[in-house]
């Protein structure tokens, strides 16, 4: 895991001081009040359109969020199984699900939410260090997927819209990104170069006992995860249930706009969907509240749909992916805090 479930689990998320954190929150909810005010005819409009909604289609959106909620479990439950730590797929669930509400919706939540995970895991046995490789190669996995689907998104949606801006820097993105995967796989199969980077690190390691003791533990985490998993190709794996976990998401989405009844726009669709999330993942305002909205509903125009019908598009997609979550979120919590205090009595 995970990072918090807003998709992008705050992945891109740049820290700074708190006050330009706070300050920049700050003129992103003025300026969502201002365009909502701008905007009333849309919202009303949009309102009309989603009491309108097809009841008997609503449960496709609902199963999509639900698989994409247990592909993003997957991710973590696979990376502990391969450091030899299993863990049931419904209680990495419901531990996911739980660090999603603490991240959504508290001040600061997506570094609350990670210490609460890097917790919870290191008392199920885990240890800190291999429940901190779970956690950011969890991170790793959903961005590498969700550059994926930026990038065959710029592809579907042709040459002109938003695609325009964002083909030069997803270009710019691509070469470091294909020149990190080559040094990686080179670094994994090559012997010689596997053997340079250990000397590397044994003289700079010399110089910190801390350095030479986290050296060492990584490698006992290597080896161990080796042992367990020693092909490359089940190490795909935690990459294509990220992948399921955005398409599922993308699904509801999708399932969203046919329960209202509205023409899908497939050319821009993906697009702005892995543009909203990327812009989601800075966390500027819990849970993104008002910037996802803000950036769904100005690609879905900008990709063909009519004002009211992206507002209506985006409220109905953040009611079943977001706000349902949160209850359901924290119940996991507050379940998994009191069984935690229960053990600890017990012992």
């Known amino acids: 895991m995970p990072q918090p479930r807003d998709q992008s ?13 706070s300050l920049c929150s700050g003129i992103l909810i003025v300026a969502a009040v201002v365009f909502a005010l701008s905007r009333r005819d849309e919202i009303a409009e949009a309102y009309r359109l989603i009491t309108a909604v097809r009841l008997a289609r609503l449960p496709l959106p609902v199963a999509c969020e639900a698989l994409s909620v247990v592909f993003f479990a997957a991710v973590p439950r696979w990376l502990l199984r391969a450091g030899g730590v299993p863990m049931s797929l419904r209680r990495m669930t419901c531990t996911t699900v739980a660090a999603n509400a603490l991240a959504g919706l508290l001040p600061g939540g997506a570094a609350v939410s990670a210490a609460w995970l890097l917790h919870t895991l290191s008392r199920r046995g ?26 065959l998104g710029v592809l579907v949606a042709g040459p002109d819209g938003p695609a325009t801006a964002v083909r030069p820097l997803f270009l710019y993105l691509l070469v470091p990104a294909l020149a990190a995967a080559v040094v990686i796989i080179g670094l994994s199969h090559v ?24 050296g060492a ?17 089940p190490w795909l794996q935690p990459l294509v249930f990220a992948l399921l976990n955005w398409t599922f998401d993308l699904g509801c989405l999708t399932a969203c706009i046919w329960s209202l009844g509205f023409a899908v726009p497939w050319q821009g669709l993906l697009l702005a969907y892995a543009l909203t999330q990327i812009a989601s993942s800075l966390r500027l305002t819990p849970g993104s509240l008002g910037i996802a909205e803000t950036t769904m509903s100005a690609l879905l125009v900008a990709y063909g749909m009519p004002p009211g019908q992206a507002i209506a598009t985006t409220i109905l997609y953040r009611i079943i992916s977001f706000w349902i979550l949160q209850p359901v979120g924290w119940t996991c919590w507050v379940a998994l805090t009191l069984e935690e205090a229960h053990t600890q009595e017990g012992r």
């Open 9 to 21: 689990g705050g992945i891109l998320s740049v820290p700074g001081p708190r006050w330009l954190w």
């Open 126 to 151: 885990t240890g800190q260090l291999l429940a901190g490789v779970v956690l950011v190669a969890s991170g790793v996995a959903s961005a590498a997927s969700l550059f994926l689907m930026l990038a």
């Open 191 to 214: 012997t010689g170069a596997r053997r340079c980077l250990r000397r590397l690190w044994a003289r700079t390691g010399g110089r910190s006992d801390r350095l030479r003791r986290a």
């Open 217 to 233: 533990d990584l490698n006992d985490l290597i080896g161990q995860a080796r042992r367990v998993q020693p092909r490359l190709l």
